[in-house]
């Protein structure tokens, strides 16, 4: 089966650099997902990788390790509407079919 | 470019009546297609996924269904609702490549059962 950990609540003030770890154990693995999802609506896609190393999307980063089997989504220069949900989905099987983690809760303070 | 369409955004139903939730996407084709639900405070449940007309795996027994009859359709349906499957339902579509991999969701349906 398939298991994706992440922690549950975080808090970061404006302005500052937050990291949210996941880490899966999964087989036929096919690559990492991270969503951001605010309250009552729908995950939007933030970024995936299927190879290990650090992919930069302006303020959003995204890092996969195979072998450890670990991943983080890296946010900088924080802003209030940053605070939401962010998903962690492994993708595995060959129907690539994410799995969740339970999300993290990011709460971004002034 | 793809969209997805996901209907009716809220839903109020009673206990035992039927269900309908209808999923499109458009601008791909052939695209992989799940039905997942959340429910309150709980991480993203998959229910289903279809690799093409007509092919629905199911990924936990429950009390619904999925049908898939047109290559960019996806109907998750119910002839009895339990309370327990009030919840906020999503479907999602996925694109797989060596040039671009995403994934998905449609806006939603929230399913309250009374």
Not at chain 2, 60 to 70: E, F, H, M, T, Y
Request: some cysteine.
């Amino acid at each position: 089966g398939q298991n994706i950990d992440q922690p549950t609540e975080m808090t970061a003030t404006e302005g500052a650099i937050v990291q949210i770890n996941c880490t899966y154990q999964t087989s036929g693995f096919n690559g990492l997902f991270w969503y951001q999802q605010h309250a009552g609506e729908a995950p939007t896609f933030l970024s995936y990788n299927v190879l290990d190393g650090l992919e930069e999307k302006g303020r959003f980063s995204s890092f996969l390790s195979r072998s450890k089997g670990y991943s983080y989504l890296l946010l900088k220069e924080l802003q209030m509407k940053d605070s939401a949900s962010y998903l962690c989905a492994a993708a595995s099987g060959g129907s690539y079919i994410p799995t969740f983690g339970r999300g993290t809760s990011l709460i971004v303070h002034p | 470019s793809q969209t997805i369409h996901q209907w009716p955004a809220t839903l109020v139903q009673p206990v035992g009546s039927p269900l309908s939730l209808e999923c499109t996407v458009e601008g791909t084709s052939n695209p992989n297609l799940y039905w997942y639900r959340q429910a309150a405070g709980r991480g993203l449940q998959l229910l289903f996924y279809s690799v093409g007309i007509g092919q629905i795996s199911s990924e936990v027994p429950q009390n619904l269904s999925a049908s898939r009859p047109q290559d960019r359709q996806f109907i998750l349906s119910s002839k009895k609702l339990l309370l327990s499957d009030s919840g906020f339902y999503l479907c999602a579509w996925s694109v797989w490549g060596r040039a671009r991999t995403e994934a998905f969701f449609g806006q939603g349906t929230r399913l309250t059962v009374v």
